[in-house]
C-alpha cells in the first residue's frame, strides 16, 4: 500500500494530465458538454434545479454534492444578493454557499433589461465627437481654403479654372454648387455666356451668384484688374466654410475678423456699415448681440444715437428685466465704438471707427464668436440627450431632426447630402460585420454610426452590442490590479481613476474658464493635483494663471514665481476665442491627469502610475471598438487585456489572438482549448466575439462563459478529489487544501469548514478535546499556529501539506517508509 505522501505526489506532480484523464473519462465528457450546451438556455432558478443534470454537475462542482437534496435551502443561496451583507447567503459560514451563488446571477437575470437607443456610455462618446467635428472637419476643408485662396491669383483664362479640380470644387461649392455632378462645359457657359440668367429665370441663383463671384470676360479671359480682390478671395472662402457648415469654426471667425480689418475703413456712413452684412455681423457679435435677431433697422437707430441725449433711440431702451438691461449696455458699447454723426454720416476727417476701436471690436468678436460657438454645441448636446431617449425605432430616429443631425454631424457625415434610407439600412447592420450593409458602403463613418445605436435587423431596440461587457471589464481591470501585492494601493489607484474619470467627464461639457471655474468637481481636480486646498483658492487668481502666457517670463504665472501655479497653466489650452481645453502631452495622455496622477499616487510609484494610466486608457478604449479589426489594431487595449491575463510574455501575434477569440470555448479542441493552458480560455471568455469574429451583443445570461468554464474546472478538480479519497481520505483533504488555501483570509474558516478542520488538526497534532473548547479560544490557538497572510505563499503551503501528509500517515499508521516522516523531525517554526 502506497503511503498518503506518496499518493499526493502522484496526483500533483503532473495534476493537468490527471485532470485532462479524469477530463476524458466518457461520463464526464459527457456532463461537461451537456452543461455547456445546456447553461446558456436557462432563465430562471426553476429551470436550472429543474434539470437535475446542470444542477447536481454545478452542485458538485461547487463541493455541494451532500446538498443536492436541500433545495430550499440552495434555492435561498441563489436569490441572495452578494452585495448585502445581510443576504442569506453572506449569512452562512461556509464559503462554499458564496462561491456557488457568485457563479450565477439569477437575481439580475429575473429583471427585465431596459432597452436604450444608446447606452450612457454610447451618448458621452458621440457628444464628445460632435465637440470636435467642426475643429476636425473645419481644419480638413482649410487645406482647400488655403489652396484657393494661394492659387486663385494665378489663373488667367476660364479654361484654366476649369482645368484645376481643387479651385473649381471650392468655387462651385462656395455658391451652393455640387461640384462632383456639375458639367465643367455647361459651367463655362455660366461663366462666359448668358446661362446664368437662364438659370435664374428658371428660380435658381446660385449661378449668378457663381457668375458674380468669378466674372471672367467673354472670350474667358481674367478682367483687366483681375479675377478676384483680397476682400472677394475671403468672401468665397467664407462662403464655402458656410456651405459645409463651419461658420462656427475658427478658420472661419478668423476669416470674418480678417475682412473686417480690411473693409471698415472703406464705411462713410451707417447706411453702409447696415448694409454689409459680413460687417454687420461682426460688430453685433463683438458686444454679446445676436445678429439673426436684431433689425437693421434699429441698430442704425442705435448707431446714430447722441449717447449724450437722455431723449436718444439707445438712451430710451428698456430696462425692466435683466436681459432688457443686459441688451440696452451691450448697445451702448456698440455706440462707443463708431463715430457716425446722428444723420448716419461721418464728420469730415473722420473714420467710421478708430484704430483701437477696430482692434478692441474684433478682439471682442473673436471672444465671443467661440463662446457663442461653444454655447451653440452645449445646447445641441443637451437637446439631444432630451431627445434620444424618447427614440425607439429606426423609424423614429429619422423622424427626430434633432437626432439625426447632430448624430450624422457627430461622426462625420452631412445630415443634408445623406439618403435616409441608406441611413436606415446601415442602423440596421451590424457594424462588426465585415460583410454588412454598412461595411460595405467603405467608409468608416458609416460603421461608427451602425455602433453607435442599439438597432436590430428589424429597425426595433435590441441589447447592447459591445466588446466586453460591464462585469468582463471589470474583471480585467481586477485582474490587472491583482498584479500588485497590497490590497491599500490597488485601492488609491481604483479611487484616483475613478476620480480621473469625473474630471474628464466634467471637462465635456466645459467650454469656458468661468464654467471651469463654477464646476466644484473640475475645479476641485485641479487644485488637488497641483497640491492647493480648492475651498481657499480666489478664482480671479485662478483666471489670469490660466490665461497666462508662459512663453513670456513677465506674465502673471511666471512673475509669481510658483511652480504649482505654473504647472496648472501648462494643464489647459486656451484659444483665441477663451475656449479652455485639457493639454495633451507628447505621448497622448492628458497632462492634468498625469499631474494628479503624480501627487495622489507619489511621483516616484511608477508603477502605481503606470497601473492607473493603463486603467484610464482601457476604459476609454472599450466602448471604442466596433470591430475585431478595432480590437486588434488599439495595442493599448490588447496590451493591458493580455497582461490582466497573464499572456504578454507569449509573443501573440494578431493572427493568433484572433483564432483565440474566435474559439468555440464549448469544443476542447478549440484553438484557445488546444493550448491547454486556462489563461487562453479566460481571455477568450473576457471578450463578446462570436467565431465569425462578429461581436455578439449583451445578453443576459445566468452564468457568464468565465462562470461556466470555471464550474466545469472545479467539477474535475472535485472528481480528482473524490478519486483520491478512494485510496486515502488524507490526499484528498491535502487537495483540497491546495486548492482553497489562497482564498483562506481568516483562521475562523478552518473552524467553519469540516474538512479544513480535519486538516489543521491532523497537521498540528490538536487533540480531540480541541473542538469541544471555545471557538474563539480555538481561533487564539490557531493564530498563534498559522500565518493566514502567507496561505497565498506556494512554498508556506507545501510545508503545511506536507507535515499533513507526514502527520497523517502516523495517526493511520500507513505502511512503508515515507520521507515525508523526516519532516517531524524538523523545526515546526514555519506555522
Not at 454648387?177 to 462666359?192: G, W
Not at 504665472?557 to 494643464?571: D, H, K, P, V, W
Request: no cysteine; charged share 25%; net charge negative.
Amino acid at each position: 500500500m502506497l503511503s498518503t505522501f506518496t499518493t499526493y505526489q502522484l496526483y500533483t506532480r503532473d495534476q493537468s494530465r490527471v485532470l485532462d484523464r479524469i477530463a476524458s473519462d466518457s461520463m464526464n465528457q459527457r456532463l461537461a458538454t451537456y452543461y455547456s450546451e445546456n447553461i446558456g438556455t436557462v432563465e430562471t432558478i426553476d429551470e436550472f434545479m429543474g434539470d437535475y443534470r446542470l444542477y447536481s454537475y454545478a452542485m458538485t462542482a461547487y463541493g455541494l454534492e451532500d446538498q443536492i437534496d436541500s433545495r430550499a435551502l440552495i434555492r435561498k443561496v441563489l436569490e441572495s444578493d452578494l452585495s448585502d451583507s445581510s443576504s442569506f447567503a453572506n449569512q452562512l459560514s461556509d464559503e462554499r454557499y458564496r462561491d456557488f451563488a457568485a457563479a450565477f446571477s439569477f437575481g439580475t437575470t429575473t429583471e427585465e433589461v431596459e432597452l436604450v437607443a444608446q447606452s450612457d456610455a454610447q451618448t458621452l462618446a458621440m457628444v464628445d465627437s460632435y465637440s470636435e467635428h467642426r475643429v476636425k472637419a473645419a481644419q480638413a476643408v482649410a487645406a482647400s481654403v488655403n489652396y484657393f485662396t494661394t492659387n486663385i491669383g494665378e489663373i488667367n483664362t476660364v479654361d484654366q479654372f476649369l482645368a484645376d479640380d481643387q479651385l473649381f470644387s471650392v468655387a462651385l461649392e462656395a455658391a451652393g454648387i455640387d461640384a462632383s455632378v456639375a458639367s465643367k462645359s455647361f459651367i463655362r457657359e455660366v461663366l462666359t455666356g448668358t446661362k446664368a440668367d437662364e438659370m435664374s429665370d428658371k428660380g435658381d441663383d446660385r449661378y449668378l451668384l457663381l457668375a458674380a463671384m468669378l466674372p471672367f470676360e467673354e472670350n474667358g479671359r481674367v478682367p483687366a484688374d483681375g479675377l478676384q480682390s483680397a476682400s472677394e478671395i475671403n468672401s468665397t472662402a467664407y462662403l464655402y466654410y458656410q456651405q459645409k457648415g463651419l461658420e462656427a469654426s475658427p478658420q472661419a471667425a478668423a476669416l470674418q475678423a480678417s475682412y473686417y480689418e480690411a473693409e471698415i475703413g472703406n464705411i462713410e456712413s451707417a447706411d453702409d456699415l447696415i448694409e454689409n452684412p459680413r460687417l454687420l455681423t461682426v460688430a453685433l457679435t463683438a458686444v454679446g448681440l445676436d445678429p439673426s435677431v436684431e433689425t437693421s433697422a434699429f441698430v442704425w437707430n442705435v448707431l446714430t444715437s447722441d449717447l449724450s441725449d437722455s431723449g436718444s433711440v439707445v438712451n430710451q431702451m428698456s430696462e425692466a428685466t435683466t436681459a432688457d438691461a443686459t441688451r440696452k449696455q451691450q448697445y451702448i458699447e456698440l455706440a462707443k465704438m463708431f463715430q457716425f454723426q446722428t444723420d448716419g454720416s461721418l464728420a469730415d476727417g473722420d473714420s467710421a471707427q478708430t484704430a483701437e476701436n477696430v482692434t478692441a471690436l474684433t478682439d471682442a468678436f473673436l471672444e465671443e464668436y467661440g463662446g457663442a460657438a461653444a454655447e451653440d454645441d452645449s445646447l445641441s448636446a443637451s437637446l439631444y440627450a432630451a431627445n434620444i431617449v424618447n427614440i425607439s425605432t429606426v423609424a423614429g430616429f429619422l423622424a427626430n431632426s434633432t437626432v439625426y443631425e447632430y448624430a450624422l454631424t457627430a461622426v462625420g457625415l452631412d445630415p443634408a447630402e445623406e439618403s435616409k434610407s441608406t441611413i436606415m439600412r446601415v442602423l440596421r447592420s451590424d457594424p462588426s460585420d465585415p460583410s454588412s450593409y454598412a461595411s460595405k458602403l467603405g467608409n468608416e463613418a458609416y460603421v461608427r454610426l451602425a455602433a453607435a445605436f442599439n438597432f436590430g435587423s428589424d429597425g426595433e431596440l435590441a441589447e447592447v452590442r459591445r466588446v466586453q461587457s460591464e462585469t468582463a471589464q471589470g474583471d480585467t481591470i481586477d485582474r490587472y490590479l491583482n498584479l500588485l501585492e497590497d490590497d491599500e494601493d490597488k485601492e488609491a489607484i481604483t479611487e484616483a481613476v475613478q476620480d480621473s474619470q469625473t474630471f474628464r467627464s466634467a471637462m465635456a461639457s466645459i467650454s469656458s474658464i468661468d464654467e471651469f471655474l463654477e464646476d466644484t468637481d473640475a475645479f476641485s481636480y485641479a487644485m488637488k493635483a497641483i497640491g492647493f486646498n480648492p475651498d481657499t483658492q480666489d478664482p480671479d487668481i485662478i483666471r489670469k494663471v490660466l490665461t497666462s502666457d508662459l512663453s513670456d517670463p513677465d506674465s502673471f504665472t511666471n512673475a509669481l514665481g510658483i511652480e504649482a501655479y505654473q504647472t496648472l497653466a501648462s494643464a489647459f489650452d486656451i484659444d483665441a476665442f477663451g475656449n479652455i481645453s485639457l493639454a495633451t502631452g507628447d505621448d497622448g495622455t492628458d497632462v492634468m491627469i498625469d499631474v494628479y496622477f503624480d501627487k495622489v499616487l507619489g511621483s516616484a510609484n511608477t508603477d502605481f502610475i503606470e497601473a492607473a494610466q493603463g486603467i484610464l486608457a482601457y476604459n476609454y478604449a472599450v466602448p471604442e471598438v466596433a470591430t475585431m479589426d478595432d480590437f486588434l489594431a488599439n495595442t493599448t487595449l490588447v496590451d493591458f487585456a493580455l497582461k490582466a491575463f497573464g499572456l504578454d510574455g507569449e509573443k501573440l501575434t494578431s493572427d493568433e489572438l484572433r483564432a483565440i477569440l474566435t474559439s468555440d470555448l464549448s469544443d476542447p479542441d478549440s484553438v484557445a482549448g488546444k493550448y491547454d493552458d486556462t489563461r487562453y480560455l479566460e481571455f477568450a471568455a473576457a471578450f463578446n466575439f462570436d467565431t465569425d469574429g462578429t461581436i455578439e451583443r449583451d445578453v443576459s445570461r445566468v452564468q457568464t462563459v468565465s462562470d461556466m468554464l470555471t464550474t466545469q474546472d472545479l467539477y474535475l478538480r472535485q472528481k480528482m478529489e473524490e478519486e483520491a479519497g478512494d485510496e486515502s481520505n488524507g490526499v484528498r483533504l491535502a487537495l483540497y487544501f491546495k486548492r482553497v488555501a489562497e482564498d483562506i483570509t481568516s483562521v475562523y474558516e478552518f473552524l467553519a469548514d469540516d474538512a479544513l478542520l480535519e486538516f489543521v488538526t491532523t497537521t498540528l497534532g490538536l487533540p480531540d478535546e480541541f473542538s469541544s473548547s471555545d471557538i474563539d479560544v480555538q481561533a487564539r490557538n490557531l493564530e498563534k499556529k498559522i500565518d493566514v497572510e502567507q496561505l497565498g505563499d506556494t512554498e508556506y503551503v507545501e510545508r503545511m501539506i506536507n507535515r499533513f501528509l507526514a502527520m497523517y500517515d502516523l495517526e493511520n499508521d500507513t505502511s512503508g517508509t515515507d520521507p515525508a516522516l523526516s519532516i517531524l523531525s524538523a523545526s515546526s517554526s514555519y506555522i
